[in-house]
């Protein structure tokens, strides 16, 4: 008996020092930096950037017929640009328009199918990104501003994930030992649980009582989506996509590369059919439900978000990174010397009914 006790015992403390370590790695992960880091001064990787736009000889855009998704005399239509850091994170309203994150003007902008604009959120300080749940929440992911930001109060604005409508408020704007989130977010993806999972190197996690934590490592992400049914969650890592088991509010398992990419991997979205579309250099790459890849449709210029929107869902929008002026020349403005233009093409495939991506 008294063999057991002692065996029950070293359980025990083995177990209390199991929990411990756990606890320790969660706070010294290398996905947390230890203080804020300086942002970089390009590379959209890690929190939205772009690097400066360059003059470029014109992309051959003729779309080649993908079965179910796209007709091969589909074709472009540029609707909207305007200059810096614009337009980010794209994603549909309840009427067909379109909702993009502002980085450099603090702004959600709402943009129709015709490329009309009307404020959607004002003073939402370091936008760059947005989901929406099912509920109609809207949720923002905010950053630190760049070197050269001329924004008079650029030291005020910090890293968080917030609800923007239909009320204010923020979900997590610091870390489980109460230290300031010191990632600046990239992308993010709201769970319906009141919190939102996002992407900035690793993968983390923004709960609704106000902190967050590392939810995946070892990865290079930027994009992120929800499978149909919010099962599963899609994340881009690097020139792949790995795919992850919704297991619980805020938990993970099964992680699996889940496709290959042509390219580096940016924005994402899904649907109706399970069908997944991200961003890559050539344009958008749509992956089958099992992660095969169908093809790539080819978009004027390197595009960084994907949203489906417009009557029924049956309009692609994309982001392109850059913008030209009436001469055609690169337009270069904010601390990323930059613009950005939205583009439509009409589809055969569907995006997601009462969902925003």
């Known amino acids: 008996m008294r063999g057991m006790r002692i065996s029950k015992t070293l359980t025990a403390a083995a177990l209390a020092f199991a929990w411990l370590a756990a606890d320790a790695h969660a706070q010294t992960s290398s996905c947390i930096p230890a203080g804020q880091p300086a942002a970089p001064a390009a590379g959209r990787a890690g929190g939205g950037a772009r690097g400066p736009a360059a003059p470029a000889a014109p992309r051959n855009t003729t779309i080649t017929a993908i079965l179910g998704v796209v007709a091969a005399d589909a074709s472009w239509k540029k609707i909207w640009q305007m200059a810096g850091n614009s337009a980010d994170g794209v994603l549909?309203?309840?009427?067909?328009?379109?909702?993009?994150?502002?980085?450099?003007?603090?702004?959600?902008?709402?943009?129709?199918?015709?490329?009309?604009?009307?404020?959607?959120?004002?003073?939402?300080?370091g936008i760059g990104s947005l989901s929406m749940d099912r509920r109609g929440r809207l949720y923002g992911a905010h950053r630190t501003e760049r070197p050269g930001s001329t924004k008079p109060d650029r030291d005020a604005i910090v890293n968080a994930i917030t609800v923007l409508a239909p009320d204010?408020?923020?979900?997590?704007?610091?870390?489980?030992?109460?230290?300031?989130?010191?990632?600046?977010?990239?992308?993010?993806?709201?769970?319906?649980?009141?919190?939102?999972?996002?992407?900035?190197?690793?993968?983390?996690?923004?709960?609704?009582?106000?902190?967050?934590?590392?939810?995946?490592?070892?990865?290079?992400?930027?994009?992120?989506?929800?499978?149909?049914?919010?099962?599963?969650?899609?994340?881009?890592?690097?020139?792949?996509?790995?795919?992850?088991?919704?297991?619980?509010?805020?938990?993970?398992?099964?992680?699996?590369?889940?496709?290959?990419?042509?390219?580096?991997?940016?924005?994402?979205?899904v649907d109706r059919d399970g069908r997944v579309y991200v961003t890559i250099n050539a344009g958008v790459q749509v992956l089958d439900k099992s992660g095969?890849?169908?093809?790539?449709?080819?978009?004027?210029?390197?595009?960084?978000?994907?949203?489906?929107?417009?009557?029924?869902?049956?309009?692609?929008?994309?982001?392109?990174?850059?913008?030209?002026?009436?001469?055609?020349?690169?337009?270069?403005?904010?601390?990323?010397?930059?613009?950005?233009?939205?583009?439509?093409?009409?589809m055969l495939a569907q995006g997601v009914q009462g969902r925003s991506k």
């Open 92 to 125: 549909a309203d309840k009427d067909g328009s379109v909702l993009v994150a502002q980085e450099d003007y603090d702004t959600v902008l709402k943009i129709d199918v015709n490329g009309k604009a009307s404020v959607f959120v004002a003073n939402a300080k």
């Open 292 to 346: 095969a890849s169908l093809g790539v449709i080819p978009t004027p210029r390197g595009v960084i978000s994907v949203a489906f929107a417009g009557p029924n869902k049956k309009t692609l929008f994309v982001v392109g990174s850059g913008a030209d002026d009436a001469n055609g020349q690169p337009i270069r403005e904010g601390p990323q010397q930059t613009a950005a233009t939205i583009y439509t093409l009409p």
């Open 168 to 269: 204010r408020k923020v979900v997590a704007n610091k870390w489980a030992d109460g230290t300031p989130l010191s990632v600046r977010p990239n992308d993010l993806a709201a769970d319906n649980q009141g919190g939102a999972y996002f992407t900035s190197g690793c993968l983390f996690y923004a709960s609704s009582n106000g902190t967050a934590s590392v939810a995946g490592e070892d990865l290079r992400t930027n994009g992120i989506a929800f499978s149909v049914d919010d099962k599963i969650l899609y994340v881009t890592n690097g020139a792949s996509v790995v795919a992850f088991d919704v297991t619980g509010t805020g938990k993970l398992g099964n992680r699996r590369e889940f496709a290959k990419l042509e390219s580096g991997g940016d924005g994402m979205a």
